[in-house]
């Protein structure tokens, strides 16, 4: 058995299972090897009531006091009942279980496992794993890998399958050259790999996680050298002259721009006009200004006779780039003649809009990654500009170059990364920073709460609703099961039916829908007809919504503080006073140190600084940076030191083993499990 096998071959897996997993994106041995733990439980010995400490996972022994009390609401079944031992006692509350009758026994002992809640004299569980003595015991002092799930697939189901494919799989050689594995002491690949997902103890994760985390980043800056190394053999082809379009442009706004988007409108500016083309990153906080840099720069292009392309994350940016830049077009009477192209489109919409490109009718083009498809055909497109796409690279320069073209790139990014690791990242990319934002910005407030907070912010929430603004709520996790005492969309969304009156609207949103039904949510929210809004980190970048004035992050304590600042950007970009709550369930001092971050400041750039000073390497069991780079296990903040080591050992291997003497590179091994779409 191959890692391209389809999974259809392991024992157990038919049409039906094959369907579930093909919605978790798990076609062939390959997708399933690599779909990597989201966490593990870690089952520590039981203890006593009164040694639960709040915000901690913790298992205790204890038995059915009284009975079972059940209730049911419009979208849930809620049972509650009381267990204690000879210490204390524990409120228990589960959501959908309508069999708990059947499985707590009057009399029994059994494991509860689960999020610790409350003050000592008022202790209490939100659906809690249940074990008996036995069940419990044969999992005591084990890591168990707890996967990313979707309804009708468990994480026993997904377990099994993993084992079955280590077992069968012959294609797992290793493929590292002994002299990087000697040098940076590595673990063997299999070993990594199986590791991974079932670690004996906590030494071995550490192991098996750097391994796999040395890889990705070795490659990526392999690749990452090669995209340089083609960027600056590219001459610039598109002359272009000052045009009076611009200045007019910048004397019509309605506010000044800052010193800091001054200097990086001239830094484009003089590469449009450079003899390479433009390779160029733009970092700036959300909310500094980066789009009218944007603008400018295909104002510019569209002046000297050009096209330009928008190339936006999703449709529903994408939309609003385009109507934003029609009305610009109109309101400044500028040269735009912008058309939108995106993947919802009808094939005579999208035929017609191709053909306007092809002819040159359209100097403007803003849609999706449909852009740089076969299909289309430019008839001069100078510039290419990315919003929000971390990594517009050979690939996507080749697509284009064989149509003919070798446009200027300008990436547009709201993702500070400290220097030192962004010119590692962005090695092949001239890197420029607005690092202030305009005055009349108001900030955003923030506070770092527990639990117990809940209600009182559910009822600030009703205020801002009342008042005719909009809500975020993220949870970190799509489905219960995920992880053990993480909140989820799924769950969240129908308990929240229950907290606030009928006439609020609440919708779901996360990545295991179809993308249409993504777009349908985000527009609905845009339009306001959606109150509150319940999703996963889906909503990180892609969608901008003024009169959203708050958003509530649970379980902050399981995000990067770069990341929790991305999240924070989706509020603050309306008129009125926004407001951030980070819920924490937590309550251990490094954590709640870290959080306080977002309590003192609103700049991106100092938190992305204070990320990477207050995070270490081995916290193997929560904060994920997840959105800064597409990678599946590395953190650029976590393993910042293991990116120093693959940097190294990737500029060490391009100069000893891939240079022949021409000078030329040489064949690059494969590596199977990165997915290079993003590079």
């Known amino acids: 058995m191959e890692r391209q096998t389809t999974i259809r071959e392991l024992k157990g897996i038919g049409d039906k299972t094959a369907a579930l997993f093909a919605r978790l994106n798990i076609y062939t041995i390959d997708d399933l090897l690599l779909h990597y733990p989201v966490g593990y439980d870690r089952f520590l010995p039981e203890v006593a009531v009164n040694q639960l400490e709040e915000g901690q996972v913790c298992a205790f022994r204890g038995q059915l006091q009284g009975s079972i009390a059940g209730r049911k609401t419009r979208t849930l079944t809620v049972s509650t009942c009381r267990v204690s031992d000879t210490t204390g006692e524990v409120s228990l509350t589960f959501f959908n279980i309508p069999y708990l009758k059947n499985m707590i026994k009057p009399g029994e002992p059994y494991i509860f496992r689960g999020l610790v809640q409350g003050k000592p004299a008022s202790r209490k569980m939100e659906q809690p794993t249940v074990y008996t003595l ?19 697939l ?225 008839r ?83 205020k801002e609703i009342a008042n005719g603004r909009q809500v975020y709520i993220i949870c970190p996790m799509v489905e219960a099961g995920e992880m053990e005492g993480l909140e989820n969309v799924t769950d969240y969304a129908g308990k929240l039916k229950t907290a606030f009156p009928a006439d609020v609207q609440i919708s779901s949103l996360h990545g295991r829908m179809k993308p249409a039904e993504k ?29 959203a004035t708050v958003i509530l992050i649970e379980n902050a304590e399981r995000y990067g503080l770069a990341q929790l600042h991305q999240l924070r950007g989706r509020v603050g970009r309306g008129k009125e006073q926004s407001y951030c709550i980070f819920v924490s369930a937590s309550t251990q001092k490094d954590t709640l140190e870290r959080l306080s971050v977002l309590n003192k400041s609103n700049d991106g750039f100092y938190i992305a600084g204070e990320d990477l000073k207050l995070r270490g390497p081995g916290d193997l069991f929560g904060v994920r940076q997840s959105g800064s780079m597409n990678f599946r296990l590395g953190d650029i903040y976590q393993d910042a030191s293991v990116l120093q080591e693959a940097s190294e050992a990737a500029e060490r291997y391009l100069e000893e083993e891939c240079v022949s003497e021409s000078g030329d590179t040489g064949d690059i091994p494969s590596f199977p499990y990165i997915d290079f779409r993003s590079i």
């Open 154 to 378: 468990t994480n026993n189901g997904i377990t099994k399958a993993i084992r079955q494919a280590f077992s069968g799989c012959t294609d797992l050689a290793e493929y590292l050259p002994g002299k990087i594995r000697e040098r940076y002491n590595l673990e063997g690949y299999r070993e990594a790999l199986e590791g991974i997902h079932f670690p004996e103890n906590e030494e071995m994760l550490k192991r098996a996680r750097r391994r796999l985390v040395f890889d990705e980043f070795f490659l990526f800056i392999v690749q990452l050298r090669r995209c340089r190394q083609y960027s600056q053999e590219i001459s610039n082809t598109w002359e272009m002259l000052e045009t009076a379009d611009t200045v007019r442009l910048l004397e019509k706004l309605p506010y000044k721009l800052t010193d800091s988007q001054k200097k990086v409108w001239e830094e484009i500016r003089a590469d449009l006009q450079g003899t390479s083309v433009m390779n160029r990153l733009v970092q700036g906080d959300v909310g500094s200004g980066k789009t009218i840099i944007a603008i400018l720069a295909l104002l510019m292009t569209a002046a000297n006779g050009y096209q330009g392309a928008l190339m936006a994350p999703t449709e529903v940016l994408a939309r609003q780039h385009f109507e934003k830049m029609t009305q610009m077009a109109k309101t400044y009477d500028l040269p735009f003649v912008p058309v939108l192209l995106v993947g919802s489109m009808t094939a005579k919409e999208k035929r017609d809009c191709c053909e306007r490109i092809a002819m040159g009718m359209a100097n403007v083009v803003i849609g999706t990654h449909a852009l740089i498809q076969e299909r289309i055909t430019y």
């Open 134 to 152: 036995e069940a419990y015991g044969k999992l005591l002092d084990t890591f168990q890998p707890r996967y990313s799930l979707t309804k009708g």
């Open 380 to 462: 001069n497109l100078a510039l290419v500009v990315t919003d929000e796409q971390h990594r517009f690279g050979v690939r996507q320069r080749e697509a284009l170059a064989e149509k003919g073209l070798d446009p200027h790139v300008l990436v547009m990014s709201a993702t500070p990364i400290p220097r030192t690791l962004a010119m590692i990242l962005y090695g092949d990319l001239h890197i420029s920073v607005i690092n202030e934002l305009p005055s009349n910005r108001l900030p955003i407030k923030n506070c770092v709460v527990g639990h117990s907070y809940r209600k009182t912010a559910y009822q600030f929430m009703q």
């Open 519 to 547: 777009t349908r949510i985000m527009e609905a929210f845009a339009r306001g007809d959606i109150d509150i809004l319940v999703s996963t980190t889906v909503i990180e970048v892609g969608i901008d919504v003024p009169n």
